[in-house]
């Protein structure tokens, strides 16, 4: 069991944030709510959510409903058995896009396990209804493994979204105690078997730090997304949601996500977003051009 020192760990000063609460944060959040759409910057409680909204302007939107049918120890969104398939939630999605003039959207959502496609048809779908309604928008998609199937990935992939993201959150040494059903092994075949399908769509990848890992691991990790042909990786700390979630063993300081930076890029990502606020998503619009070039 976690001592109380692991357990509350003193969040340090760079992860304190300011509040951006504005009349543009407000009047989306109004929009979500009327368009019954959820994104996982509010169900994961990213602390980016106020930059994004009010600042950037850009959002997350987490489909397939709210929620997840796998229990993950370090996420905070809903766990238990979904109920229904919205089949109009892409038009929705699509004229929210439009109504937030989004330069760049991320489409991720819960991991759908007890559907056949794991919600493949539904997240192609949406692509497809966003791309129709807003040409000049860029797409990146960030499912779950969907039961490692490889039609459901072509089927995603099929749609051609201008980046696929799939995260692998760990390390290979922590995913059975960080991850609820997905593998690490599983996730590097997802994204090698995502770049066979089409070599010109960038894929990406995230890691959590501060769950125990040891820099050689976080190096072997570096290396397995590279040998599955990664373009872009992400690295951030991860923050406990709540008591019954996982605590924090580490803290990094901005200066030690620098040098994993420059380790991460030194291997050959084309792309390396790190630091303590990173999540999957963060300054995913400045990606979309830094991969392509790289391609």
Known sequence: M???????LRKPEWLKIKLNTNESYTDLKKMMRSKNLHTVCEEARC?????????????????LGAICTRACRFCAVKTGLPTELDLQEPVRVAESVTQMNLKHVVITA???DDLRDGGAAVFAETVKEVRKAN?????????????????????????????MNHNIETVRELTPRVRAR???ERSLEFLRRAKEIN?????????MLGLGETNEQLY??????????????????YLQPTKNHLPVKKYYTPDEFAALKEVALGK???????GPLVRSSYHADEQVQSAKQAQ
């Not at 976690?2 to 509350?8: G, I, L, P, T």
């Not at 960030?142 to 979204?161: H, I, R, T, V, Y």
């Not at 072997?220 to 700390?237: C, S």
């Not at 050959?268 to 790190?274: A, N, V």
Request: contains cysteine; charged residues 25%; aromatic residues 8%.
């Open 110 to 112: 819960v991991a759908r």
């Open 268 to 274: 050959g990502f084309s792309h390396c977003e790190s």
């Open 199 to 207: 070599p010109d769509i960038p894929t990406k990848s995230s890691i």
């Open 47 to 63: 602390p980016n959510i106020h930059e994004c909204w009010a600042v950037r302007k850009t959002a997350t939107f987490m489909i």
């Open 182 to 184: 997905a593998t690490y």
């Open 135 to 163: 040409p000049f928008t860029t797409i990146e998609v960030l499912p779950s493994d969907m039961g490692g199937k490889f039609e459901n990935l072509k089927m995603l992939m099929d749609a051609k979204p201008d980046i």
């Open 2 to 8: 976690a001592s109380k020192k692991e357990d509350y």
């Open 220 to 237: 072997e990790a570096m290396d397995d997304l590279r040998a599955a042909g990664v373009n872009i990786i992400t690295l951030g700390q």
